[in-house]
């Protein structure tokens, strides 16, 4: 899979989440000044567990193979916003 810190690090750039620290990282994507989606990652090096990795995808509304692209830098934030806005019918536009 991959490391937690790649998704992390992907969000905070492309997204503008901010995290808050805890037990696991969590933070939100915000649309148009609405909370549009709840992230929450791993903290750490190591790499994502398979069940994990999904959690973090349907909590942005990607399927895997969409977060494997955003994470390796091969998405951008703009194509990410589109998506959750087209995937979450309440979010104005």
């Not at 992390?8 to 750039?13: D, H, L, T, V, Y």
């Not at 190591?46 to 999904?54: G, L, N």
């Amino acid at each position: 899979m991959i490391a937690a810190n790649k998704i992390k690090k992907a969000c905070e750039q492309k997204l503008d989440i901010s995290f808050r620290s805890g037990a696991e990282l969590n933070g939100w994507c915000e649309i148009n000044g609405v909370k549009a989606c709840r992230v929450t990652v791993s903290k750490g090096n190591k790499d994502v567990a398979r069940k994990t990795f999904r959690r973090i995808a349907e909590g942005l509304y990607l399927s895997d193979a969409e977060l494997l692209l955003f994470s390796s830098c091969k998405l951008s934030g703009n194509d990410i916003r589109k998506m959750i806005i087209e995937r979450k019918p309440i979010l104005p536009s």
